[in-house]
């Protein structure tokens, strides 16, 4: 049972790889401090393009970078990159292996750009494209579907951006996180006999914003994967704009709402849900109110920052899927169609 | 009956628009040439989001252009908005009116950046907030869902591609683009046929690479927003870093492939999807072999150049979003939930 195994292990490998690249983060923000970088320019599929949203989001707060995700199809099949000049070009890969992914980063060194691998095999191809080296120190991940490279990946951006912003608070911040993810850790056995509820479940809409918006995709791509549930992530905002037509009376929506700064906008979402649609609301949060209005609440610590619950919100959301497809009677270990390393251009 | 009218009439729009904006495009073009603009940052919202996304490859591929597409809540909720420096800010809004939209161009303009808006309403907030203005010239949209919107900000973005490149080729493309249009008009009874059998079709995938990603996308939320369908767009590529997972035998899968550099990508994927999960196929395509596996074939002229195959390849799959929701019985101008203007924040 290596899902379940891996899911538990995360925060001893957060833990870890906070120890262990501190100082390689703070070696690569003075790089960056040297350039004149004017935006980020990320490639990433699967998870590690959840993750990318991510750092979309946290470099663009808290550093002031704007990013762009790469469409990597300009490298391979098009052969015709954009020009890159001033970008920080990072690839993020757990195996460091996809083709398209490690041609935007030898595009990027043949412009002369500042380039960055971060991944779990330091010895892959993406690695030898690459100036810098984040290493996410995972361990080798066994399931198909990951896990730890999200979380592991997830903390190498914040520890990145801290280290650019020179923040202490979120230094301390990042030294709470592995016992967060603990305490959450503590609901498997709620959460397992909760999934039951959700064993005919065959589609989903999960909901989330700001910072939060990695998770949702994150969360639908774990129900995708290990549970063959139809689960389409959505901005709370872009939701509005059409798709909302689909729920109905019943339609299950999964959402990720803890305190911050779009909490409200998700809140109000949540209620009108509740109140005019007689959704099923699965929700995510550390706040009584949004709890209050689910089937099924899932907590998280009340003192997780909003720019780091990402690391700790995906917990719940890993569990809930993990204990679905037990429930499902499907494979955990080898989901049907896909394999760990996908080679796409 | 706006919907089907508006449909109908968009090779008409197109060809006015292009009469009549040539030379504003031009100038916006000239402008961009004296600034030393190194990327675009693009915000907008469900369809024309999708607008965005052909904007992300066309300005890539043709003009050397990096596109990030913009997190409009780190402007409005956050207040935490990057830094713009270089960036050409591009607000893309049917209506002119959403808050969150409007105030990417207010901060780029506040940055000193040069600001665009493409809009079908010149006397909009946004057009108020930006340096220059692409009128869209879509002449009013009463049906709920857009279409006529969509063709004329996809033609708009080619034009500005078109007139930064000075590449006379595809002038003489964008001049061809209303009769091919019109020919694919002609499949609507077809069409109209051929959507019975889908008639209790309640989800699907929709499949895109490259340009035609955004069909894709733009596919799938027509599909959501009047036929309740539960349609979600993928990249090949992406598609199968997981979520092929759920696909089992008869599961339907729509495709945008017409030939270009990304067909045998597609191409593939689609032989696969026939043969290894015996899956249903909808195939817009102007390749034989394309077309021959799927059960519905949709085509589109051969002459069509892949660059500007998303503004022809999007017409099938609209009358084919329009004539599942009436086999389906549901209201073509005024879906359930959802409202022409929708001010997000």
Same mark, same amino acid.
């Given at each position: 049972m290596s899902l379940y195994s891996e899911i538990v292990e995360q925060p001893g490998r957060i833990k870890s790889l906070l120890a262990s690249q501190k100082k390689t983060v703070e070696q690569i923000a003075a790089e960056i401090r040297k350039r004149d970088i004017q935006y980020v320019f990320l490639a990433a599929r699967g998870t590690s393009d959840n993750a990318g949203r991510y750092a979309n989001y946290l470099l663009g707060a808290m550093n002031g970078l704007p990013l762009a995700l790469a469409t990597p199809s300009l490298f391979t099949y098009y052969k015709q990159p954009p020009k890159l000049k001033n970008a920080l070009v990072i690839g993020v890969s757990q195996s460091g292996q996809s083709p398209d992914i490690v041609s935007v980063l030898a595009e990027g060194r043949r412009q002369s750009c500042l380039t960055l691998a971060i991944t @779990?095999?330091? @010895?892959?191809p993406l690695t030898q494209s690459a100036d810098f080296l984040l290493d996410i120190h995972a361990g080798r991940e066994k399931a198909v579907a990951a896990t730890k490279t999200y979380t592991t990946e997830l903390m190498s951006i914040a520890m990145l951006s801290t280290a650019l912003s020179e923040n202490k608070k979120h230094w301390e911040d990042l030294q709470k996180a592995a016992a967060w993810m603990k305490e959450v850790l503590k609901q498997n056995d709620f959460i397992e006999q909760a999934a039951q509820r959700y064993r005919y479940m065959d589609q989903t809409i999960v909901l989330g914003r700001g910072f939060n918006y990695a998770t949702a995709f994150e969360w639908a791509l774990k129900l995708k994967e290990l549970a063959y549930v139809k689960a389409e992530p959505y901005s709370s905002a872009d939701f509005q704009h059409g798709p909302i037509a689909m729920v109905d009376s019943g339609f299950p929506i999964l959402a990720i709402a803890p305190k911050g700064r779009v909490f409200d906008s998700m809140f109000q979402m949540l209620k009108r849900l509740c109140r005019d649609f007689s959704a099923e609301l699965v929700v995510i949060s550390n706040d009584k109110k949004a709890l209050a209005l689910a089937q099924l609440p899932l907590s998280i610590p009340v003192d997780v920052p909003e720019w780091l619950s990402p690391l700790v919100s995906i917990l719940p959301a890993q569990l809930f899927a993990y204990h679905l497809t037990v429930a499902k009677g499907y494979n955990t270990e080898h989901p049907r169609s896909i394999y760990k390393v996908t080679e796409t251009k």
């Open positions: @779990n095999e330091p @010895n892959s």
